[in-house]
Each structure stands twice: as structure tokens, then as C-alpha cells.
């Protein structure tokens, strides 16, 4: 199956600080999408992004389709940004494929 | 449009009883999917479903886990009997095609297993 590597594991920061996750796939993919699992265990979808860049308020995400990669950066980072980052992939016959996650913490 | 509405959102069952996790996609969404999180660890795929059909089981730990999805609609995940490991957040989410359609998740059922 596809192969997906999401980095940092962790990330600690300081409230107004800005930060940017990577996340790496093996193959091609149709569809690529960032979330947030939030401390109450909810999955909130942040971007749809199978190519190009979005933006969202402090958050934005840039997907290079070619090169296998995905960046979601956080600016001004707040602690409501806490909880756990997830990159999911799918592409061709892929059953959807998440990333092991990267887990921020944000300091007040 | 509703979202994905997964119930109960929390369950506490002994070890050696039976759950029942529900799943209502989204109206019109043919694919759908469990995924699981135990506890810190990540989100695992468990199946997938084309309509009525289990297009893809391979995730399904063993065979205390049986998931249905009748007429096509919603679909059912039944843990018996539920062992410790089978603690976690489990989740549900619908798409309208495998390959290049987002993921539309549920808020997921919290079961934990004492």
C-alpha cells in the first residue's frame, strides 16, 4: 500500500509562534486532506488539497502533487491549535491512508 | 446536508460484553469507511463498503469484529466479546467516489473497554 510519513512526531511551541508539518507519500495521489483531531478526540477536516496551495485564516497548505509532499504551516499559533495533525492520502485503487500524526502542543 | 453522525459518541462496556457502534453517512455517499485510533497510536483503516458490498476488509482485526451496511445505507460495527485492546476512537466517514473525493468523518464513538 501507500506509504505516508508525517514530520515532526511532536512539535512544542509558544503561543504566536508559526510552525509549518510535512507530510510525505510514496506514490501518486487523487486526493490528499489535512486534519485536526481536536482534545475531544473529533477528526476536523482542515483542507481538501490534492494540489496547489490553500488558505484558511492562520492556517495554509501546499500540496506538490509531483514531488510527493504536503506542508501545512500554522501562523500566530494559539493554544486551541493543540491536539494531534493527520495528512490522509488516497489515490488510484488506495483505500484512503493516514500518516502516524503530528501531535502539537501550544503554550500559552 | 447532514454531516456523518456516528452514535453512541462515548461507550463503557466491560471486557467480554458486546458493543454496537452505528454509522449514518452522508445521503448519496456510496463509500464508506471505519477507521479506528487506539489510544495514541494512529488511525488505522479497518473497511470499506460500496454500497451494501465490504469492498475491502483487510483492516478488520479478527473475528470478534463484524461490520454490515444494510440496503446500502447505515452501517453497523459489532465488537463481541470486546477485549481491553479493543479501547479507542473509532470512526466513520463517507465519500462519493474511493479516488479523488474528500473524506467526511463522523465524530467518532469513544469506546473504552474496563
Known amino acids: 500500500g501507500i506509504q505516508v510519513e508525517q514530520s515532526p512526531p511532536d512539535l512544542i511551541l509558544q503561543e504566536g509562534a508559526n510552525s509549518t508539518l510535512r507530510c510525505n507519500f510514496s506514490?501518486?495521489?487523487?486526493?490528499l486532506q489535512w486534519f485536526h483531531q481536536n482534545p475531544w478526540g473529533q477528526l476536523i477536516n482542515l483542507f481538501y488539497?490534492?494540489?496547489g496551495t490553500k488558505q484558511n485564516g492562520r492556517l495554509s497548505a501546499t500540496t506538490v502533487a509531483t514531488e510527493r509532499y504536503s506542508l501545512l504551516y500554522i501562523s500566530s499559533s494559539q493554544t486551541t491549535d493543540s491536539g494531534v495533525y493527520f495528512c490522509a492520502v488516497s489515490g488510484g485503487s488506495y483505500i484512503p491512508t493516514f500518516g502516524r500524526g503530528t501531535s502539537l502542543i501550544v503554550h500559552p | 446536508e447532514a454531516g456523518v453522525t456516528q452514535f453512541p459518541s462515548h461507550s463503557v462496556i466491560e471486557k467480554g460484553q458486546t458493543v454496537t457502534l452505528r454509522c449514518d453517512p452522508i445521503?448519496?455517499?456510496?463509500?464508506l469507511y471505519w477507521y479506528r485510533r487506539v489510544m495514541g497510536k494512529e488511525i488505522k483503516f479497518l473497511l470499506h463498503f460500496v454500497k451494501e458490498s465490504k469492498q475491502d476488509e483487510s483492516g478488520m482485526p479478527n473475528n470478534r469484529f463484524l461490520a454490515e451496511r444494510t440496503g446500502g445505507t447505515y452501517s453497523t460495527l459489532k465488537v463481541q466479546p470486546a477485549e481491553l485492546e479493543d479501547s479507542g476512537v473509532y470512526f466513520c466517514a463517507s465519500s462519493t467516489r474511493i479516488a479523488s473525493s474528500p473524506l467526511h468523518f463522523g465524530n467518532g464513538t469513544r469506546l473504552t473497554v474496563t
Open positions: 445521503s448519496g455517499h456510496d463509500n
Open positions: 506514490d501518486s495521489v487523487n486526493n
Open positions: 488539497i490534492p494540489s
